[in-house]
Every structure is written in C-alpha cells, then in structure tokens.
C-alpha cells in the first residue's frame, strides 16, 4: 500500500475514510505527518487478513510484545525507514 494520503485512503473502509479526511484536514501543518504516519498504521491493519485476531489479542493484552530496538533492526534489515 503506497504511503500517499490516496493510498491510505484506499485503503480504509466507510465512515474511518472521512475520519482520516476529516483529521488530516482540520491538522496545522506541523502535524500533518504524525497524522498520515498513524493512519497509514490503521490502515495497514485494516488490509490485514488477520485484523481482528490482532486487535482481540491487543485488547486481551495477549499481542507479544518487542522492543523498539528489534523494531528498529527489523526495519533495518527490510529497508524501511526508520523515522
């Protein structure tokens, strides 16, 4: 899923579209990025064939838990940004 405001759109269904919209376009600028980094997270879950398995488990507080240092190196080793 390309990381363009389109794209995240795309990917996210019914009324969590228009909240995107609705947040990204009442967002000063100098949020605008946080915004479209959290919401290209929903929507990543949202295309996840096993959304709901993982939103039971975080709120069973049984999704396993990382370090931010194995998220990073993770990262790392796949080529993404770690910003």
Same mark, same amino acid.
């Given at each position: 899923?390309?990381?363009?405001?389109?794209?995240?759109?795309?990917?996210?269904?019914?009324?969590?579209?228009?909240?995107?919209?609705?947040?990204?376009?009442?967002? @000063? =600028?100098?949020?605008?990025?946080?915004?479209?980094?959290?919401?290209?997270?929903?929507?990543? =879950?949202?295309?996840? @064939?096993? %959304?709901?398995?993982?939103?039971? %488990?975080?709120?069973?507080?049984?999704? @396993?838990?990382?370090?931010?240092?194995?998220? =990073? %190196?993770?990262?790392?080793?796949?080529? =993404?940004?770690?910003?």
């Amino acid at each position: 899923m390309p990381r363009t405001v389109d794209g995240i759109a795309d990917a996210l269904q019914g009324g969590r579209r228009m909240e995107f919209y609705r947040e990204l376009g009442t967002a @000063p =600028l100098d949020q605008a990025e946080a915004i479209l980094r959290r919401w290209w997270c929903e929507a990543m =879950l949202d295309t996840d @064939p096993e %959304a709901e398995q993982i939103r039971r %488990a975080a709120m069973d507080g049984t999704l @396993p838990v990382v370090t931010m240092e194995d998220i =990073l %190196a993770r990262r790392e080793r796949q080529g =993404l940004p770690l910003e």
